[in-house]
Structures are given as C-alpha cells and as structure tokens.
Nanobody, 125 residues
Framework: QVHLVESGGGLVQAGGSLRLSCAAS????????MAWFRQPPGKEREFVAG????????YYTDSVKGRFTVSRDNAKDTLSLQMNSLKPEDTAVYYC??????????????????WGQGTQVTVSS
C-alpha cells in the first residue's frame, strides 16, 4: 500500500519561512514526477510546484515563483517544499502528490493518483 505523509506545516507570520516534507512508503516514486498542491479555505485544490523524476525540471505556479523551491531526494524517497517570504494568501492545506504513470510534471489534480493527508499552513498578517 502506498503512503505519502506530509510534515512541517504550522503557523507563521508574514515574511517568514516554512519547510514542508513528504515521505513516501510502500512504493518508490523515484522514477516519476511528484508535486505539491494546496487548497485554500473555500477554494479548489490548486497546483503549487512540481518536479520531474530526476529533479532537473521544476515548475511553479506564478504566485510562488521566486519564493518557493521544490526538491526531492530519490535515495530517501522524499519530497520537500521550501517556502520563503510567506504571505497570508499562502494560507492553505498543502498536499503532496505522486504518480506512477509519468516522469513529467502534470499540473492538474487528475494527474496524480496518490495523495498525502495534507498539512495546514497558516500565515498571519
């Protein structure tokens, strides 16, 4: 059984930083793309950042470019999201997503079969 478990969320003031981590178990994702999504209160889940299997291609939604960095450690089957200069509009539940279908990043929810339980990120103004 495949499991993705996020950690690292919390409450932070605007301008602060958080680092999210996602640990995979049950199946290795090392040859496949992975991504971070988020779901703000009352809104749909949206793509935040994605990374190809080798880590050489990364993609970000426009609102986080220059502030967030996605990375992965295939040896440990972990995915990370470094979030700097956080803003109140970054407040959301953040989800780790994995696929065993493609090595290329997909930016849609339907592109991922495996999801973590989510971790809350709250940015106060």
């Amino acid at each position: 059984q495949v499991h993705l478990v996020e950690s690292g969320g919390g409450l932070v003031q605007a301008g602060g930083s958080l680092r999210l981590s996602c640990a995979a178990s049950g199946r290795t994702f090392m040859r496949y793309a992975m991504a971070w999504f988020r779901q703000p209160p009352g809104k749909e889940r949206e793509f935040v950042a994605g990374i190809s299997w080798a880590g050489d291609d990364t993609y970000y939604t426009d609102s986080v470019k220059g502030r967030f960095t996605v990375s992965r450690d295939n040896a440990k089957d972990t995915l990370s999201l470094q979030m700097n200069s956080l803003k109140p509009e970054d407040t959301a539940v953040y989800y780790c997503a994995g696929t065993l279908a493609t090595a290329v990043v997909v930016k849609t929810v339907n592109g991922y079969r495996y999801w973590g339980q989510g971790t809350q990120v709250t940015v106060s103004s």
